[in-house]
Each structure stands twice: as structure tokens, then as C-alpha cells.
């Protein structure tokens, strides 16, 4: 399993996603703009992974800081997670592993002793959200038969979390526990998630995958036995409505159509209780140039107007499960805020 992202004690040792498959570089560094670069640029991408990027960041912040009023160090940790949030807006991991180092900490807290809690709340978030991969893959490879066959979008592997992953270690247990699983990878436009990222990490796993383009997925639930849809979310409202890569809802629609069923794999941190639907999600808008060019290759006319969003919101409706680390939930869902911070027992 490749290692996303490891904290060296001092700086943090990241690979860099945005070169995958061709090449296989990690970076590491000790500052907390080249982390929220990193993030915003998409070298480190995945909800549960952003978030535990910009915990570690925040951590790196306070510890390069001189400062030692407590109350100034407070403010200068409150405007660097501010800055940090606003890197990426639909993951709402990122806001909720900021506001959890946040919330160990007051304007009285002396800076030697906020930093190492800072630190420690970092890595805590870190190894949770690795067992919290584990026991998705648990619980959702109940999910998958012996010879299943799954679509799946966007990378939700080890390269997005601080583990094995959502859906994709769905897959991985499955195949673990001697099940021969089958997966279409969507190639996932504009960036090839998909592509790029899934199939290397299916393929060094040993599963048998097979890219597709994105707009094949119906074709596909039309003319093969397609066992589900499995997917992983940026954040999840209160009733179940889901934002994740842009496309998900197309997929969903498709899914429902031909009756297979579409599966939603998240950590609890993905759920964000305080909104009630999927009318309050921020749906992060992209460069159009990431549309209008490939690696630098233009696809479209100069001057072309583009829409870009990278996410979308597939309704509860057309969500048949949503696995956690706690458990397969179905419809219709009402996540509350005491229910989803409720703490499993997790090895
Ligand atoms: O823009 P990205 O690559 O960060 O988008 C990621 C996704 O949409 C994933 O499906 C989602 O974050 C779940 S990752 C376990």
C-alpha cells in the first residue's frame, strides 16, 4: 500500500499525485505553504487526505513561529487555518480536522505546550483515519459478492486517505477475503483520478481493472452485469445527499435506471450534520484551463467558455447505502451531529 503522506517529526514526506502514474516523487518539507499549495493544486487530493495534510500543516505553522503570547500565537493559528479551509471549499474534512486541532487549544495555552498538542492531534487524526479505512473496508465488503462487478469514480485508495481508503478499500477487502472482484475505473475528466491514480493502485494490488471514459458507464450498466456503483464523498448533509467528483450523479442516475445498486463509502469526518441537504454544500469551481488543456495540450479553442465544477450532489434518493466505520446506513438517512461524533471502538 502506497503511503500518501507520513509526518517525519519535524516535516512532512508527501507523494506527489499530480505526476502519477509516470512518476513516483515524494517531497517533504517543514512549511505550511508548500502544504497548502500541494492541496490546492491537487498533489495531495482525497477528502480524508486533505484534512489530515492541512492538520499536519497547521502543526508545522505553529511550530516554525517564534511567537510566545499566547494570545498572538492564538490568532496567528486562527487566520493560518482560515487560510488552510479556504484552499479546497466541498471536502469538508478539512474544516473539521482544522477545527478539532483548534479545539484543543485556547488564547491561554502557552505556545511551547500548543504546538505539541497541535502535533499530537495531527497524528491522532492521522492513525484514526486509517482504522476508520480499515473498518469501511470491513463493513462494506459485506456489500460484494465472489465474482462482483463494480464501477467505480475518482480514487478513493490509499492515495486519498491516511489509509487503506473508502470505496476502494471496499474493494480491496473484498478481494483480500479471496473474493474475485472485477472494476471499471471511470477515467474521471478533467483531471483522471481515475485513470492516473485507481488503476495504478488496483493494478499494484493485483485487481483486475479496466479504465473507461466516463461517459461509457451507462453503456456499460446496459450491456454487462454490472453488481454496483461504488463511490466515495467530499461531504454528506444531514439527509444523505452526497457531493463527490464531479460525475458521481451521472453515474447515480445511470445506476438507478438500470437498477444497481449505488453505494457511497466515507469516514464519519466526511458528514457534515450542520447542514441539512445538499443545497448547503460549497461546490468548489476549478481552473477552466484544466478543461481546455491536457498536461499542457490544448483541447479546446482559444477563448472557449468553460464550466467547471469539480463536484457534484447525487440526492439521498438515488443513494441505496452509505458504508462508514460504523456501519451500513440506508434511507432515509438523518445523520445528526452526537451520531456521527460518537466514537466506535477502532484498532
Ligand atoms: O478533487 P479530488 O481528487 O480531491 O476529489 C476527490 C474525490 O472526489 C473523492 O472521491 C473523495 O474525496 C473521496 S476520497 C476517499
Known sequence: MTQSIEWLGDRLRFIDQSLLPLEERYNETDDCNVVAE?????????????????????????????????????????????????????????????QRLLGRISPETPADEAKRILAEEAIAIHREDSAM????????????????????????????????????????TAHRTGKSIKVYADETRPLFQGSRLTAWELMKAGIDVTVITDSTAAALMKNERITCVITGADRIASNGDAANK????????????????????????TIDASIKDGNGIPIEER?????????????????????????????????????????????????????????????
Open 287 to 347: 481552473s477552466p484551463e484544466e478543461v481546455t488543456s491536457i498536461h499542457g495540450y490544448r483541447t479546446a479553442p482559444t477563448g472557449a467558455r468553460v464550466y467547471a465544477p469539480a463536484f457534484d450532489v447525487t440526492p439521498a434518493q438515488l443513494i441505496t447505502a452509505i458504508v462508514t466505520e460504523k456501519g451500513i446506513y440506508r434511507g432515509p438517512y438523518a445523520f445528526t451531529e452526537e451520531k456521527v461524533r460518537e466514537r466506535v471502538e477502532l484498532r
Open 38 to 98: 500541494a492541496i490546492r493544486s491537487l498533489k495531495i487530493r482525497g477528502a480524508p487526505l486533505i484534512g489530515i495534510a492541512a492538520a499536519y500543516a497547521l502543526a508545522l505553522a505553529a511550530a516554525g513561529r517564534a511567537e510566545k503570547d499566547p494570545r498572538a500565537f492564538h490568532a496567528f493559528l486562527l487566520k493560518t487555518a482560515e487560510f488552510l479551509a479556504s484552499t479546497r471549499p466541498t471536502a469538508v474534512n478539512l474544516q473539521w480536522a482544522l
Open 133 to 172: 479505512c480499515r473498518r469501511i473496508g470491513e463493513n462494506g465488503a459485506a456489500l460484494l459478492e465472489n465474482n462482483s462487478t463494480v464501477i467505480t469514480h475518482c480514487n478513493t485508495g490509499a492515495l486519498a486517505t491516511g489509509g487503506e481508503g473508502t470505496a476502494l478499500a471496499v474493494i480491496t
Open 246 to 269: 464531479i460525475g458521481t450523479y451521472a453515474l447515480a442516475v445511470a445506476a438507478r435506471y438500470h437498477e444497481i445498486p449505488m453505494y457511497i463509502a466515507a469516514p464519519s469526518s
